[in-house]
């Protein structure tokens, strides 16, 4: 049994699953939690009983947390904001403080809409100013996490995309149904500017950091990466038209601001921190949607669409 411990929060989700792999991979022993779709491999925890967390994860041992759970949908933030602060900080704060008793260290997955957006790149000592309530969440997760224990790690990411268990697991891949849904004519948002980057070089980045954190204590603190495309949805969509041949001709750009919850125009995370330690990886836009497509994009052909 590896000396390396590691507890992955969220591990049923779009990032939970593919961190959890990367550890297997890299011989860590691993123990993945989830609310509500646990399967073989996972143990089901709410991690917002505060009680029953520590009685797990004290008995595991761990010499690390990965915390991807959250809620991280910024319209649903803004229909259960208790709920999203009871996730997103208060069993954040718990599993931070729980790691620093243990000796272990915690990964924290943050967002790239800790940013207003107004002046991208932005760097790991750019000041935060969240718009809505889904940055405040996260912004407030990064702080309770630092407090903590200050050799604890944030992760910021931007739009995630990856293999999903239904198109709607990322707000990526959901934009497929946009160009099958044909019937009527779209406007799709072309306005804010994603960076989207594929949840198993997240994974790779999360293993990269612990490992070397063993042997360079000054890994610490707040760190970011992004995907190097800059896409709008529309963008997205014209590219994943483009990769599978497929139609868009009743789809239109919309250049105004998106509707609903307020999001940053351009929130452009610089990965140099992270490329400076040697630690990063890419996978092409169109290369990782094709990739992750492929079998939904055969079972409409199958379907007739």
Not at 142 to 149: K, P, Y
Request: include cysteine; charged fraction near 20%; charge should be neutral.
């Amino acid at each position: 049994m590896s000396s390396k411990r590691v507890v992955v929060t969220g591990a049923s989700g779009l990032l939970g699953r593919a961190v959890l792999a990367a550890f297997k991979q890299s011989k860590w022993t691993v123990m993945g939690t989830a609310f509500s779709r646990t399967g073989m491999d996972l143990v089901q925890l709410d991690i917002c009983n505060k009680e029953k967390t520590e009685e797990v994860i004290k008995n595991f041992k761990p010499t690390a947390i990965v915390h991807c759970a959250a809620q991280r949908f910024p319209d649903k933030v803004e229909q259960d904001v208790d709920g999203t602060v009871r996730l997103n900080v208060a069993a954040t704060k718990n599993l931070a403080n729980l790691a620093a008793e243990l000796g272990a260290i915690m990964i924290y997955i943050s967002t790239d809409y800790v940013f207003d957006g107004t002046k991208p790149p932005y760097s790991e000592s750019d000041i935060p100013n969240p718009l809505n309530m889904y940055g405040k969440t996260k912004l407030q997760g990064e702080q309770v996490t630092l407090d903590a224990n200050p050799n604890h790690i944030v992760l910021r990411v931007p739009v995630l995309y990856g293999p999903v268990e239904y198109l709607g697991e990322s707000a990526v891949t959901v934009l497929l149904q946009l160009i099958y849904d044909s019937e009527a004519t779209k406007l799709v948002s072309d306005n804010e500017i994603r960076y989207p980057a594929h949840v198993d070089d997240i994974a790779s980045i999360c293993v990269d950091l612990l490992e070397l954190k063993e042997t360079n204590a000054e890994v610490k603190g707040i760190y970011h990466w992004s995907g190097k495309e800059a896409m709008t949805k529309y963008g997205m969509v014209r590219d994943m038209a483009s990769v599978f041949q497929l139609p868009m001709s009743h789809i239109s750009p919309d250049p105004n601001p998106s509707q609903g919850t307020s999001r940053p125009q351009n929130a452009q995370l610089s990965n140099g921190k992270l490329e400076n330690l040697g630690i990063g990886k890419h996978t092409p836009f169109r290369v990782g949607i094709e990739s992750v497509l492929a079998g939904w994009v055969q079972r409409k052909k199958s379907e007739g669409l």
